[in-house]
C-alpha cells in the first residue's frame, strides 16, 4: 500500500474485554514497531518486528500484551483484559529493512484505544 | 540508559518570525538523533535525522537541526514559521535498529 495502515481508527471497550489492533505495513517493510503514545508516558517502544520474529519485545509493559505478525506483513496487537491505563493511541510504523536505526520509519495513523 | 528531554512542552510564535525548539539527550556513546512532527490526527512524520555525517541537518520543509556535542544538545530550528508548521514536534535518540526513546513533545502554535 501507500503507507502504514492500522485498523480500527478508534476503539472503544469496557475494562476487561480483549481487544485486537491491526496493522499493515508498508508492502516489502520487514521491520515492524509498535510504539504507544499516552497523555502521561508519552511516545513509548513496545515491540520490534523482524520478519515474522521479535527480537525486542522489551516494551510490553505487563503479560496482557502480545503481538504478533504473520507471513511477514501484517501484525495484531493484542491486550487481554483491558484496564483503563491501557488508554492511548498504539502506532505501528515499518522500515524497509532492520538493523540500522538510521533507517527511516514510516509510522500509520495510530488506531486510538479507550477503555470505559 | 538513553533519554531525550525537549526543554519546552509549549512553543508560541508569530508567522513569519524564527522557531526554536530545543532538545537535549543523554546517552554514554554517540546516538542518532530525530526530529518528528505529528500533526492532528496523523502520524509521525520524519523531519530530519543526524547520523555524525555532518553538524548541521537540514530537514523539510525549511526545518534544520544541529548536533552539539559539547552542550548535548540537538535543537531544532526555522527562520521563519508558517502557519501550517503548527504541530506537535518529538525529537528522538536511538542506538539500535528502530527502537527510539522520545522526547515529550513540544507543542508549536503559530499566530498570523
Known amino acids: 500500500g501507500a503507507g502504514v495502515s492500522q485498523s480500527p481508527s478508534n476503539k472503544v471497550t469496557e475494562k476487561g474485554k480483549d481487544v485486537e489492533l491491526r496493522c499493515d505495513p508498508i508492502s516489502g517493510h520487514t521491520a515492524l514497531y509498535w510504539y504507544r503514545q499516552s497523555l502521561g508516558q508519552g511516545l513509548e517502544f513496545l515491540i520490534y518486528f523482524q520478519g515474522n520474529s521479535a527480537p525486542d519485545k522489551s516494551g510490553l509493559p505487563s503479560d496482557r500484551f502480545s503481538a504478533e505478525r504473520t507471513g511477514g506483513s501484517v501484525s495484531t496487537l493484542t491486550i487481554q483484559r483491558t484496564q483503563q491505563e491501557d488508554s492511548a493511541v498504539y502506532l505501528c510504523a515499518s522500515s524497509l529493512h532492520s538493523g540500522s536505526v538510521n533507517e527511516k520509519l514510516f509510522f500509520g495513523s495510530g488506531t486510538q484505544l479507550s477503555v470505559l | 540508559a538513553q533519554s531525550v528531554t525537549q526543554l519546552d512542552s509549549h512553543v508560541s510564535v508569530s508567522e513569519g518570525t524564527p522557531v526554536l525548539l530545543r532538545c537535549n539527550y543523554s546517552?554514554?556513546?554517540?546516538?542518532?538523533l530525530f526530529w518528528y512532527v505529528q500533526h492532528p490526527n496523523k502520524g509521525l512524520q520524519l523531519l530530519l535525522k543526524?547520523?555524525?555525517?555532518?553538524?548541521l541537518v537540514k530537514g523539510i520543509n525549511g526545518f534544520e537541526a544541529e548536533f552539539k556535542k559539547s552542550e548535548t544538545s540537538f535543537h531544532l530550528t526555522k527562520p521563519s514559521a508558517h502557519m501550517s508548521d503548527a504541530a506537535e514536534y518529538f525529537c528522538a535518540g536511538g542506538t539500535s535498529y528502530g527502537k527510539l526513546t522520545f522526547g515529550q513533545g513540544t507543542i508549536l502554535t503559530v499566530h498570523p
Open positions: 546517552s554514554s556513546y554517540s546516538p542518532s
Open positions: 543526524y547520523t555524525s555525517a555532518a553538524t
